[in-house]
């Protein structure tokens, strides 16, 4: 084949020649110049000497060898080539360690082309989009040039996407630069990441960025919290329905995986999905298919997996309330999102861009911290970290006399981290009555930060609501 084509260029590595055949004639019809290749020492030397890719399909058996050591050797050496896994129907294990190995998506056998098409568009948008980095950050002729490759921790960033990580994730700290480091690394893939964090962290900011800054940019990105959704109404909530399908349902309605058909889904406490759900949700994964309540036939779909939660899984699928499976496929790559006590140094900065976002919604002039106030919010220990930071200073502006807020304006009650950390004496009081006074004290900051909203104060504690009020009610908090 001229290796001189204009065309962009796919590389398709199989040891089935009909599979071949078919990918080459799908992949040509759609624009593309395809070079096979059936076995993995023809795919190194068409890699090595015939120009680059901009997209590779490798199967995961090859006569010589796995195609896992491959996607190894192209995420090191060709960090800009998009990989995609072709694995055997219902390996969902070796489709997870492809997409952990660095490919950006993979394709179940048979081959499903509407399904093939789907993520053709998306390697090459990739590509693009690593293309336009490398040309934004090139040197130009009077520059001096960097040395050495370019590699997995030095892609190209591109103006926009340096805007958008330095104006939605605003810090200085260590803390902050690698999960910006590692947003922008995500974008171009579209393995599952699973966000976690402790409440008020930015788990759903930063699953807006990955998604604004991927080849799905410009698709829908629908966000859904998994615990505000009623067990009763969340097959129909997830998959949709149609007309007549129970009572009530007088129309069709689109679920959210159609709705966000082509884009990003992101799940919001998915610690929260009851049992029976996490294995329909299972099955949606797997198969790229949903079938509505009561409708006859399975619609395709394609849609990113983003899951969030500020429970700690692991110890959930241990104790059997979370699938071990689908833990797996959802937890493939994991973005830890730091609490503001990871990264203290932030908080002025956080402080002065939310003082002035809040003035700017108000409509009132920009407030100032004095060096009291300042030197308060440094020091406190933020159980709800930038959601509680928020709240304390739209507080201090409403009680705040003048343009300057001083530290008694900021009406911090004395963490709950901070009480139980004090020194107890076994004289005092025995252990129940201490682990009872810290209880309450938590409960009771819980609520305030909430403003005595209790489903969200059970929310943030990460408890049911049923439990809550049973707490309340044990420790007489009204």
């Known amino acids: 084949m001229n290796t001189d084509s204009p065309l962009p260029r796919a590389l398709v590595i199989d040891d089935e020649p009909d599979l071949r055949e078919l990918l080459d004639i799908t992949l040509s019809r759609m624009g593309l110049a395809v070079e096979t290749a059936e076995d993995l020492a023809s795919a190194r030397r068409l890699l090595a000497g015939s120009g680059p890719f901009a997209l590779c399909l490798t199967d995961m058996r090859l006569p010589d060898g796995n195609g896992l050591s491959l996607i190894k050797e192209i995420s090191r050496d060709h960090p800009d080539l998009p990989v995609a896994m072709i694995t055997a129907y219902g390996k969902v294990e070796d489709a997870v360690t492809a997409l952990k190995y660095g490919a950006f998506d ?30 934004a950050a090139a040197p130009s002729d009077d520059e001096e040039k960097p040395s050495g490759r370019s590699g997995p921790d030095r892609t190209p960033v591109s103006d926009r996407e340096t805007r958008l990580l330095t104006e939605r994730l605003i810090g200085t700290s260590e803390a902050i630069q690698k999960v910006r480091r590692t947003i922008s690394k995500l974008a171009r893939s579209q393995a599952p990441v699973m966000i976690t964090g402790a409440s008020g962290t930015g788990k759903e900011l930063a699953a807006r960025l990955i ?33 007549g399908s129970f009572t009530g349902a007088d129309s069709d309605k689109e679920g959210l995986f159609e709705a966000a058909n082509g884009g990003t889904l992101f799940l919001d406490e998915v610690a929260d999905l009851p049992l029976n759900m996490q294995v329909k949700l299972l099955r949606v994964i797997q198969e790229k298919t949903v079938r509505p309540i009561g409708g006859r036939s399975e619609q395709r779909i394609d849609v990113r997996i983003l899951s969030a939660s500020h429970k700690t899984l692991k110890p959930l699928v241990e104790a059997g309330d979370f699938r071990h499976d689908l833990y797996y496929r959802l937890n493939v790559i994991e973005l830890h999102m730091p609490t503001l006590g990871e990264r203290p140094e932030d908080i002025p900065l956080l ?5 002035d976002s809040i003035a700017e919604q108000w409509g009132e002039p920009a407030r100032e911290l004095d060096g009291a106030a300042l030197e308060s919010l440094t020091r406190h220990a933020f159980s709800g970290n930038v959601r509680e930071l928020i709240n304390i200073l739209q507080r201090a502006i409403t009680l705040a006399d003048g343009q300057t807020i001083q530290s008694r304006d900021l009406s911090m009650d004395e963490s709950p981290q901070q009480e139980a950390a004090a020194p107890v004496r076994p004289e005092d009081r025995n252990l129940d009555d201490y682990i009872e006074d810290v209880e309450r004290q938590v409960l009771e900051h819980a609520l305030k930060e909430a403003r005595y909203n209790k489903t969200e104060t059970a929310r943030q504690l990460g408890i049911t609501f049923r439990s809550l009020r049973y707490k309340l009610k044990k420790y007489g908090i009204d």
Do not use: W, Y
């Not at 998306?122 to 690593?130: G, Y």
């Not at 919290?225 to 109404?233: F, H, M, R, T, V």
């Not at 402080?351 to 003082?355: E, G, N, S, V, Y």
């Open 106 to 135: 993979f394709v179940s056998k048979p081959v499903d082309l509407e399904a093939l098409r789907n993520l053709v568009r998306t390697a090459l948008q990739i590509h693009q989009d690593d293309l336009e980095r490398a040309e």
């Open 211 to 243: 998604h604004d800054l991927g080849p799905r940019a410009e698709q829908p990105f629908v966000a859904v919290n998994c615990g505000a959704i009623p067990s009763e109404l969340m097959e129909s909530e997830f998959f949709g329905h149609v007309k």
């Open 351 to 355: 402080a002065r861009h939310f003082l």
